[in-house]
């Protein structure tokens, strides 16, 4: 399950660039694993969403995964997850309708996750 709910048109083609071959397909040799996470019973990426929509695209089932064992804010992406839920994206293709243009993306979902982790400093600051 993604926990992001837009992909950036210029990190895709950026992507694209870097692990797609001269035979159109993923070079795995250069594609690191995608990291998930299990909380609340949801498996969700924590990082690597536009690789994840590439091998979509592609057409491929399965791509390489492991586990995130770094000590990030979970809070925040139990928001992320939630938000996610809310607008129906449950699996990564659900993110084709949802791909933006730079200026777009940093507006509608990096100054969201912004504005929604200040308000998690807050609140932890008033408890």
Request: charged share 30%.
């Amino acid at each position: 399950m993604p926990s992001q709910l837009f992909l950036n048109k210029d990190k895709l083609k950026a992507v694209q660039s870097k692990y797609i071959d001269t035979k159109g397909e993923l070079n795995f040799s250069y594609f690191e694993p995608v990291p998930i996470k299990k909380r609340h019973g949801k498996v969700f990426f924590t990082d690597g969403h536009h690789r994840a929509f590439l091998a979509y695209q592609l057409g491929y089932q399965t791509i390489p995964i492991e586990w995130d064992t770094d000590d990030l804010d979970w809070e925040l992406y139990d928001i992320c997850v939630q938000w996610c839920e809310e607008s129906k994206i449950s699996w990564i293709g659900d993110l084709a309708s949802r791909i933006l243009s730079t200026p777009d993306y940093e507006i509608l979902w990096i100054k969201r996750c912004e504005n929604m982790h200040r308000e998690i400093i807050d609140k932890q600051k008033t408890t």
